[in-house]
């Protein structure tokens, strides 16, 4: 099929209780989504397996939850005080709030990401920028905005300014000691952690794909410097890897280098994964070489030393760190939009299917009495209580045959059991598959066997 636009997605989404507008019945609030029954079950889907590949298969990887308030000095610290600032204009005419460096880029296809503020400033004044709500060429001046969402805790006075977390990833810094302390680590190791993070975008789009909350899933991975280079590219593999077990098409990601010019203030390499979203080539995941920024920045910060006994050389030694980044609400959506496809079938019939791994498939197995009488809703019950050893399962006897599997192919269900008249005397059952739409009769006894290999290995 032709490539999915988004509003076949958002509408999807929707339609199908993946995800819904939040807040709707005020109206509506400003980028805020609810995941519904099947885009929960996505989305715990891809951190169940993630945790599982990268924490719990891993001897060299620890997970952690911290809270999402950290003390304020670690923004301090980390730099995000002075620096997690984007370019915000006003439209003079509308009032629209845009970001000045994404006006630029889309307009003047100029890359604005390294551009000196003062650029950005010099190139909204030369008054070929149009406000894209309506039209009006006149701006505001270019100011920083902080992304960080301020909050206020009972105490009083200065020392109550607290921020919720704008990313994971300063939490497994500040609990680096406690987990040499505690763990018996030896470098390289890393910590993980799934989580909310919040930014206060100023243009927040594109369905959930740029939020003002998100989750992520990240790693901090200590490292000894002479090491780096080796263990970049060891990342790069792995990620590559996830890629796969999520089943993206290949053709649809791509791997984008940041110039060493336009490089984060902590990084000396950084390559993003991209992926073709139907709005265009844009990041997906990130891979940065942090080098020993943090943990010398937090060192400086907080007075502790974060310094580990190195064996080879006897000394004690800040380790360097690799950073792995993904974020959940994109992997969800890079999902959705791979998986999505409308099919004319053969009897000249339309469905949709969405083929997406069984493994993040919100419904494992739907089990489908042809009737919902005779005895078969009771069978079927029995079967249902066998597959649910896979996840989340579903029981449908409502609607044709025919209405209930192009239900299941929507939402993704990689299999549906049909229970009929002839399953009460064989005691088998008819196994049909998503995508091939083949059916095969299974003996109730060897199904969740004969599942087990098929689909969810
Ligand atoms: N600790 C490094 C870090 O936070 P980042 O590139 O700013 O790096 C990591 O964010 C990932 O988080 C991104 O690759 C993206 O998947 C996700 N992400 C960032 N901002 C987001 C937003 N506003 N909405 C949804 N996901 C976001």
């Known amino acids: 099929m032709e490539k999915v636009s988004m509003d ?20 509506g609030f400003a980028n805020s989504y609810t995941y519904g029954p099947y885009g929960v079950e996505l989305k715990k889907n891809i951190k169940d397996l993630w945790w599982r590949i990268f924490v719990q298969e891993r001897r060299d990887i620890v997970g952690i939850d911290s809270d999402i308030i950290l003390h304020p000095r670690t923004w301090e610290a980390s730099g995000h005080v002075a620096g997690f600032n984007d370019q915000m204009v006003d439209c003079k005419k509308c009032r629209a709030r845009l970001r000045a460096d994404h006006l630029v880029e889309e307009q003047l296809k100029i890359e604005c990401e390294g551009l000196a503020d003062v650029d950005i400033t010099k190139l909204m004044k030369e008054n070929k920028i149009k406000c894209p709500k309506c039209g009006s060429m006149e701006f505001t001046d270019v100011r920083k905005f902080n992304l960080m969402f301020q909050t206020q805790m009972a105490k009083t006075g200065e020392e109550g300014t607290a921020y919720l977390r704008p990313e994971t990833a300063q939490a497994m810094f500040l609990e680096f000691k406690n987990i040499v302390d505690t763990m018996r680590v030896k470098l390289p190791f890393g910590i993980a952690q799934i989580g909310r993070a919040f930014r206060n975008e100023i243009t927040p789009g594109n369905f959930i794909f740029r939020r003002l909350e998100f989750e992520q899933m ?38 984008y280098e940041h110039p060493k010019e336009k490089l984060s203030h902590y990084s000396k390499r950084t390559v993003d994964i991209e992926y073709d979203f139907p709005f265009g080539r844009k990041e997906l995941y990130g891979l940065a070489y942090r ?20 064996e080879a ?63 078969l809703p009771e069978k079927a019950q029995e079967v249902f209580n066998r597959v649910t ?68 290995v």
């Open 313 to 375: 050389s006897g000394e004690k030694i800040l380790p360097h760190v690799i950073e792995p980044t993904w974020g959940v609400d994109r992997t969800v959506l890079a999902v959705l939009c791979d998986g999505y496809r409308e099919e004319k079938l053969e009897d000249d019939t339309d469905r949709v299917v969405m083929q997406i791994v069984p493994v993040l498939a919100p419904v494992k197995v739907a089990v489908l009495p042809l009737l919902k009488k005779d005895g």
């Open 389 to 456: 050893v896979f996840g989340n399962c579903e029981y449908d006897e409502s609607g044709s045959i025919g209405k209930r599997y192009r239900r299941q192919d929507e939402i993704g269900t990689p299999v549906c059991v049909t229970v009929d008249h002839d399953s009460l005397t064989d005691d088998s059952v008819t196994i049909r598959d998503r995508d091939t739409m083949k059916q095969e009769r299974v003996k109730i006894e060897l199904l969740v066997s004969v599942l087990k290999k098929k689909y969810f």
């Open 218 to 255: 990240e790693i901090e991975y200590f490292i000894e410097e002479k090491d780096w280079e080796k263990i970049f590219i060891q990342w790069q593999t792995s990620m590559k890897n996830w890629l796969t077990l999520i089943g993206l098409s290949s053709a649809k990601c791509h791997n």
């Open 291 to 310: 080098t020993d920024f943090d943990l010398s920045q937090h060192e400086k910060f907080s007075g502790e030393t974060l310094r580990i006994h190195d």
């Open 8 to 27: 076949t997605i958002v509408s999807f989404c929707k339609r199908r209780g993946f995800a819904y507008p939040g807040s709707a019945i005020y109206g």
